[in-house]
């Protein structure tokens, strides 16, 4: 599979698979095929990578206080 085909299997978008395949070290290895600029990564490699993925969401900072510029020594 390529990185446009696992974001639409996913329903990622591309850049958000390109990162994921950058940071995390657990994400399958791509396979060059002779003849090919493209690195395509194994089907059920990349399942079982999904399957076992565990999700972090980030932080709300939306629920945070705001704080002003004055705020500094609090």
């Known amino acids: 599979m390529t990185i446009p085909e696992i974001?639409?299997?996913?329903?990622?978008?591309r850049q958000r698979v390109h990162r994921i395949a950058r940071?995390?070290?657990?994400?399958?290895?791509?396979?060059l095929e002779a003849g090919s600029?493209?690195?395509?990564y194994p089907a059920d490699a990349v399942d079982a990578y999904f399957e076992t993925r565990v999700l972090?969401?980030?932080r709300r900072t939306d629920l945070e206080a705001k704080r002003t510029d004055g705020d500094a020594d609090e």
């Open 56 to 58: 972090q969401p980030g």
């Open 37 to 40: 600029t493209r690195a395509k």
């Open 7 to 13: 974001a639409e299997h996913r329903g990622l978008s």
């Open 23 to 31: 940071s995390d070290p657990k994400f399958p290895t791509p396979v």
